[in-house]
């Protein structure tokens, strides 16, 4: 059904386009060159034959084709993100792919201290005999979530090169800054049109997932005093060593590398300052709103023991907040769940039912009106120079969207 060479062409060409988001940067998109990805795909869209594909000024794709079927059937839209995460470098992307994956070590031929093992990544003993797409280790792959939108796009390709196949209206979007947590700041709900969706951004083949954390953000404002160092004595304040200090007070068993599960977690993303004012940036998950509340009841707590050693200096935490999770709103349509349950039946997969320990777009749009659960798409090791993908599970993934399509079709 899938044609196996046009979607590693179509991933390995998009992998290849730096799109990294950047959480700095106050535009939307927040970096200009996610517009190259964007435009590239809206002009393969045209040249499929899907007359209605719309680049909008915010970088999101849009795209609409039509039902062939007589029966009239809700529209369900697939949807994927274009930007690569900041954690590392997105840029000058060269992939690598590994026929028949053999179970061994994977060495990355740009740097040869990165490694993926199975040891490491006891998936890989799943993945023998597959094809693997790597990076050259000097960068991320962007399989997140690139690997969703060369799934969709071939998903596409097929229904407009072949008209016997039937479905209903199928409504398709591509958006920009996801990783930096705007990814539906400007998603125009009403003009997709779409009654529910999928979005393709999981990891291993068989995720099906409707719940996602609960996040928000949580700034750590920390203002000292600032004195000429020689004339310091009992008049400076530094804010550097009052963050340093409040990083210290974190509990260790509430880190992302010491939890799992469903376990609650708060994490540092970054960190910039001078002696007046140093700014940590966190963030905060739980799975309940109530776990987010108590984690950041917990930095409170640190924020007034920081004060006790620092009486001169002042912080002030500013949350926000990003997302909620999903599964409040998806369990009233569970059709929704269903109808990607038989899809995976039809493609011969064992759905994999478990919460997600980060969020996708999709938890955003649920509660925007769009009910988005969350299907896998083959990325392992996201936002690390040991990402990678298996070629398989991506066909499997594609194969996905097609039965979605055709069990509504049938309905």
Do not use: W
């Not at 970088?59 to 609409?64: D, E, K, L, Q, T």
């Not at 930095?299 to 007034?304: F, Q, S």
């Not at 926000?320 to 269903?338: A, F, G």
């Amino acid at each position: 059904m899938i044609n196996r060479d046009e979607l590693l062409d179509r991933f390995t060409r998009y992998v290849k386009i730096y799109t990294t988001s950047d959480e700095e940067s106050e535009t939307f998109p927040s970096t200009e060159r996610q517009f190259e990805l964007a435009n590239l795909l809206a002009a393969e869209l045209k040249e499929m034959g899907i007359k209605d594909v719309e680049v909008d000024r915010y970088g999101y794709v849009y795209a609409r084709i039509p039902s062939n079927i007589e029966k009239d059937i809700a529209p369900v839209g697939f949807i994927a993100h274009m930007d690569t995460a900041p954690a590392e470098s997105g840029e000058n992307v060269k992939p690598q792919i590994i026929r028949n994956y053999d179970g061994g070590k994977i060495p990355l031929p740009g740097d040869p201290g990165v490694v993926i093992s199975p040891e490491e990544n006891p998936i890989l003993k799943e993945l023998s005999g597959d094809d693997l797409i790597t990076s050259d280790g000097t960068t991320l792959l962007g399989a997140d979530d690139k690997a969703g939108i060369a799934e969709i796009m071939t998903a596409a390709a097929y229904m407009t090169a072949h008209p016997e196949f039937k479905h209903g209206e199928i409504r398709i979007a591509f958006t920009p800054d996801e990783e930096v947590g705007r990814g539906v700041d400007h998603f125009d709900v009403k003009k997709f049109g779409a009654k529910f969706a999928y979005t393709l951004d999981g990891g291993r083949l068989g995720e099906l997932e409707d719940e996602t954390f609960c996040a928000d953000s949580a700034d750590v404002i920390c203002r000292g005093i600032n004195v000429h160092p020689g004339y310091a004595k009992d008049k400076m304040v530094n804010a550097i060593r009052m963050a340093g200090l409040f990083m210290t007070l974190l509990d260790e068993n509430t880190l992302p590398e010491t939890t799992e599960n469903r376990q609650d977690y708060y994490h540092a993303t970054g960190i910039k300052g001078m002696e007046n004012e140093t700014v940590i940036n966190m963030i905060v998950r739980s799975f309940t709103v109530d776990g987010l509340k108590d984690r950041e009841k917990d930095l409170e707590r640190i924020r007034l023991q920081v004060l006790e050693k620092f009486p001169g200096g002042e912080i002030e935490i500013v949350i926000k907040e990003q997302y909620r999770n999903m599964k409040e709103i998806l369990d009233r349509y569970p059709e929704v769940l269903k109808t990607a349950e038989k899809a995976f039946e039809k493609a011969g997969i064992v759905p994999i039912r478990k919460p997600i320990r980060g969020g996708t777009d999709g938890a955003r749009l649920t509660f925007m009106g769009l009910p988005s659960p969350n299907i896998f798409a083959g990325a392992i090791n996201m936002h690390s120079k040991k990402e990678f993908a298996s070629l398989q599970t991506m066909e499997k993934a594609a194969e996905v969207v097609l039965h979605i399509a055709s069990v509504l079709a049938e309905a």
